[in-house]
T-cell receptor, first 117, second 109 residues
Framework: KAGVTQTPRYLIKTRGQQVTLSCSPISGHRSVSWYQQTPGQGLQFLFEYFSETQRNKGNFPGRFSGRQFSNSRSEMNVSTLELGDSALYLC????????????????FGPGTRLTVL | GQNIDQPTEMTATEGAIVQINCTYQTSGFNGLFWYQQHAGEAPTFLSYNVLDGLEEKGRFSSFLSRSKGYSYLLLKELQMKDSASYLCAVVDSNYQLIWGAGTKLIIKP
C-alpha cells in the first residue's frame, strides 16, 4: 500500500501571499489530520477531516483553512502568510474504524516545509 | 490548560538502556501514543497505551500510569539508528491529540 503523500515537499513564499498544500491519504483511510511542526514547539494540531467534514479544529487563526474531497484527499490553505507561518506542515491519515479517528494509529506523510520570507 | 512534558534532550550509549518520561495534564484521557521521528522524516507509530501497565514490543516498551499522569518509553539494547526524537501525545476527553514537544535522543558509540 502506498503511504501518505504530500505535495509540494518544499515551498518558499513571501509575506502576504497565500499557499495551498495537498495531502493524499493511504487508500481506504477516511480521516486526515493536519499539523504544524516548529522546532521546540512540537506538533500543533490544525484540524481533522473525516468523510469530507471538519470534525476537530485546533487553536489557529481563520487564515488557516482546509477541506477534504470525496476521495479523502485533503488540502490546506493559508492566506496572508506571516513570517511565523514558516514550519513543517504534516498530514496524517488514519482508518477511522474505531469510531474515533484520533485513537486510530496515524500514518504521517513526509511533510511540506514552508518558508515565508 | 493542557500540558505534556518531556525532557528536551537525552544522551545514551550504544547497547545501553534509556527511559524517556512523559507527564501530562489534560482534560480527560483516552489514550497515549509514542511516535519516533528521525531528523527530516515523518513521525512513525511506536505504541498506544490506554490501560495502566507495561506493554512490550521487541526492544521498545511503553508504560502508563493514569493516576499519576505519567508514561515512559523504554528502549533497550540501543542502536545508533535509535537516534531520533520521541514524541508523546495524549488523546483528551474531546478526542483531540495533544502533543509534547518531543525528546531528542542522541546515541553515542
Amino acid at each position: 500500500k502506498a503511504g501518505v503523500t504530500q505535495t509540494p515537499r518544499y515551498l518558499i513564499k513571501t509575506r502576504g501571499q497565500q499557499v495551498t498544500l495537498s495531502c493524499s491519504p493511504i487508500s481506504g483511510h477516511r480521516s486526515v489530520s493536519w499539523y504544524q511542526q516548529t522546532p521546540g514547539q512540537g506538533l500543533q494540531f490544525l484540524f481533522e477531516y473525516f468523510s469530507e467534514t471538519q470534525r476537530n479544529k485546533g487553536n489557529f487563526p481563520g487564515r488557516f483553512s482546509g477541506r477534504q474531497f470525496s476521495n479523502s484527499r485533503s488540502e490546506m490553505n493559508v492566506s496572508t502568510l506571516e513570517l511565523g507561518d514558516s514550519a513543517l506542515y504534516l498530514c496524517a491519515s488514519s482508518s477511522g474504524t474505531s469510531g474515533h479517528p484520533e485513537i486510530d494509529t496515524q500514518y504521517f506523510g513526509p511533510g511540506t516545509r514552508l518558508t515565508v520570507l | 490548560g493542557q500540558n505534556i512534558d518531556q525532557p528536551t534532550e537525552m544522551t545514551a550509549t550504544e547497547g545501553a538502556i534509556v527511559q524517556i518520561n512523559c507527564t501530562y495534564q489534560t482534560s480527560g484521557f483516552n489514550g497515549l501514543f509514542w511516535y519516533q521521528q528521525h531528523a527530516g522524516e515523518a513521525p512513525t507509530f511506536l505504541s498506544y497505551n490506554v490501560l495502566d501497565g507495561l506493554e512490550e514490543k521487541g526492544r521498545f516498551s511503553s508504560f502508563l500510569s493514569r493516576s499519576k499522569g505519567y508514561s515512559y518509553l523504554l528502549l533497550k539494547e540501543l542502536q545508533m539508528k535509535d537516534s531520533a526524537s520521541y514524541l508523546c501525545a495524549v488523546v483528551d476527553s474531546n478526542y483531540q491529540l495533544i502533543w509534547g514537544a518531543g525528546t531528542k535522543l542522541i546515541i553515542k558509540p
